[in-house]
């Protein structure tokens, strides 16, 4: 079996714990690979690395940083393919979303490749003569990137390249489910030409690893992207070394079908945003809001279609629905149904683990006569389960959208202008979709969410610098004369 070590300063290293841990097929349960299990003395060396890396490559022209991620991006869609099949067998989801994760791998490559001739700043006048003023982008130093398993390569992605292109180094510790589609990306940039230290990757368990990464003094900023039990913890621990946070945690995502919806088109959007990758997107569209007039069509014809949905390996096509990632997470999917039959909304498909294979596969459920104090339709499940909840008007609906902790993504399917904008202006969310599903994000535009969601900051589009540079505004006085600001005013 394939053994997968840490990548600390430029070298394959094995893990000082001497241990490994076991990356399974959630499909199949079979044993992919090993993985090295990082000490804390992995985690130390990893920082001091990065740190040491920090002065060459802050100070090489981002253009020359650039470049590397270009090649990076080149490699990346050359072997698009071979990565999608791995990521597949790694994480479950189906082949042509695997396909997708990868691609988003690529273009944020590419667009973060693009800053490295861009990473503006601003200049302005000054309120003195003979006076210049501007500001411009500074690295933040070693910055720690921890992230989750549903999109491995494609989340991982999105933080290092921007983070790279702007001159930080970097330790990346991934999700322990899915370790492979990192430990293949970082391959891919040291292939590309990345210094030695300017990457480091360490794998193991986010309470221990993860944790110390948390802890490091050298560790100037973390990026985080998982869950908001996870994500306050960081930034409760990360708070006392008043270390920069960014934070990408859950969502419960809502759907408004308005009762001047395109039908059809608003259940393919439903379909898709509750049961594409088994529902195990932060972006999933875990609730349905739908104008009581048109409730029970949209219903029948829901169910008919999520009926049809075919469980199985993702890698092969005629599968709809791959397995979800682990046992836990299949537990407490059945929990929750559990939760909401007991709490009286109606099981009107789905709700129990089934073996299409040996791994973890939970059928599509859909819930009706779900009120938004259930806990179904306040907490974010994870899994493929929807639940449709019904609302008289658009007020109604908005209130009902509102009415959760998260807010990410959000949508309503209506054929009425003013519907549209009301939706836009009042849906708390940090993505609104018209006539299209909550999922679906590009890479060149902000993405991140609301309350809590996340604490303000976004990734990619031109925030995605943002979260990896400290801005230094700059004044030079070629006055030659002490000039006083506010003061020298008449
Ligand atoms: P998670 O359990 O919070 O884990 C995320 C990462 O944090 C993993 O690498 C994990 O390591 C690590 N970790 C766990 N405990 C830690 C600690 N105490 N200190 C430091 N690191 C720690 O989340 P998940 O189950 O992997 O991911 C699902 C969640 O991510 C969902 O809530 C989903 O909505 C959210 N998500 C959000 C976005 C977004 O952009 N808003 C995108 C995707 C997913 P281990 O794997 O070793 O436990």
Known sequence: MQEYKLFINGEWTESGTGETFDDINPA????IGKIHKASDEDVKSAIDSAQEAFDAWSSTPAPQRAKILFSAARMLEERKEELSRILTTEMGKVLKEARGDVQEAIDIAYYAAGEG??????????????????????PIGVVGLITPWNFPIAIPAWKIMPALVAGNTLVLKPASDTPIMSIELVKILAEAGLPKGVLNLVMGEGGIVGSAIVHSKKIRAISFTGSLETGKQILGEAAKDMKRVSLE??????????????????????????????????????????????LSSLQKKLIERARKFRLGNGLLGNTDVGPVINSSQLQKIAKYVEIGKNEGARLELGGKAVKPLPGYFFEPTIFTDVSP???????????????????????????????????????????????AFKAIEKIEAGITYINASTIGAEIHLPFGGVKSTGNGTREAGTTAIEEFTELKTVYIDYSGKLQKAQIDIE
């Open 117 to 138: 001739r861009r990473l503006f700043g601003e200049t302005t006048p000054s309120e003195l003569p003979d006076k210049f003023c501007m500001t411009l982008r500074r």
């Open 249 to 294: 945690l859950g969502g419960k995502n809502p759907i408004i079908v308005m009762d001047d919806a395109n039908l059809d088109l608003a259940i393919d959007g439903i379909i898709w945003g509750a049961f594409g990758t088994t529902g195990q997107r932060c972006t999933a569209a875990s609730r349905v809001i739908v104008h009581e007039k048109i």
């Open 28 to 31: 199949t349960l079979e044993l």
């Open 373 to 419: 104090d259930m806990r179904i339709a306040r907490e974010e499940i994870f899994g493929p389960v929807v639940s449709l909840l019904s609302a008289g008007s658009l007020d109604e609906a908005i209130l009902i959208a509102n009415s959760v902790e998260y807010g990410l993504s959000s949508s309503i399917y209506t054929e009425n202008l003013k519907n």
